[in-house]
């Protein structure tokens, strides 16, 4: 891998403009998560907007977080403008597993070939046909037990699978690397893994997808690293972690990036 840091120089110098298609829980810390990143987000999902607004975003995430049959539709046009301007698009399959609606709605993003899919453990096996102990928003399996699911998931994209939890996965199908930074208190916090996949569409704009994924997880992780010694609990913890986003330089996340192979 490269050195990490240069990945976070990059999406900075650019500050792309990322189309978020991403649930109601998730609006408000997503765009602060990502605008403390240095990326530019834009919350466009209506049907009649959503695929116009595709045209100028440089990259687009996809969250079914509290999704709709509307909502699907626009989801599959804005994704769809993208993978015919060969941009960076994401999806995260928050509670797959729970609803047939999900299932649905998974299987038709599925088809249009996401970039990277990034989600917990529980996620990518649902969406991946395995079973899964998860059925709401939160992880009930081990990040172990959804390799498999990842490396099928990015075979049969030809993408990146991302899989998130006390160490996150990231595989392309064929090499996989392990990514060790992280805090416990992270998944205490609503919507910080639909936040980081708003980071991940911003870091794979001109960049090959894998490296980026796998910095992005980096900086995510080492900046709660770094929120937890400035705070005492979740609350206190999200604005400890917005400052740590804003303030990581590329030398500090190259020091602190505990990346392996896997
Ligand atoms: N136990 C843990 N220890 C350290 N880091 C963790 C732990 N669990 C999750 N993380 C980190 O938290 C971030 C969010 O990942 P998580 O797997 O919690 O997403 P998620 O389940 O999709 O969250 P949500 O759906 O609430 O947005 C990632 O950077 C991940 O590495
Ligand atoms: C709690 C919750 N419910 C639907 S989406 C969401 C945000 C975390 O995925
Ligand atoms: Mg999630």
């Known amino acids: 891998m ?27 810390i997503m765009a602060n998560v990502m605008l403390a990143a240095g990326a530019s987000p834009a919350m466009v999902h209506a049907r009649e907007e959503a695929g116009e607004f595709a045209a100028i975003a440089q990259a687009l995430s996809v969250n079914i977080g509290t999704l709709d049959p509307e909502w699907v539709s626009a989801m599959e046009e804005a994704a769809g403008v993208m993978a015919a301007a060969g941009k960076p698009w994401v999806l995260d399959p928050v509670a797959i597993g729970a609803t ?14 996401p970039t990277v899919i990034r989600g917990n453990a529980s996620e990518i096996m649902a969406l991946a046909g395995a079973d899964a102990a998860g059925r709401g928003a939160d992880a009930a399996d081990a990040v172990s037990a959804a390799e498999a699911a990842a490396r099928d998931l990015a075979g049969r994209t030809g993408g990146v699978a991302a899989v998130t939890g006390p160490v ?10 392990r990514i060790a930074n992280g805090a416990p208190v992270m998944p205490q916090v609503t919507a910080l893994g639909c936040s980081l996949t708003g980071i991940v569409a911003a870091f794979a704009v001109d960049q090959p997808a894998l490296a980026a994924t796998v910095a992005a997880l980096a900086y995510y992780g080492l900046a709660g690293e770094q929120a937890v010694g400035l705070s005492t609990g979740p609350g206190s913890f999200q604005p400890a972690f917005l400052d740590a986003l804003a ?9 602190g990036a505990r990346v392996t192979r896997a």
């Open 100 to 113: 047939t609606l999900r299932q649905d709605a998974g299987a038709r993003l599925l088809a249009l070939k």
């Open 247 to 255: 303030a990581m330089t590329p030398e500090t996340l190259t020091a």
């Open 168 to 177: 996150d996965y990231v595989t392309d199908g064929s090499e996989g690397w």
């Open 2 to 28: 490269d050195d990490i840091g240069t990945y976070l120089t990059k999406m900075r110098s650019t500050a792309p403009l990322v189309q978020n298609i991403t649930n109601y829980v998730a609006m408000n």
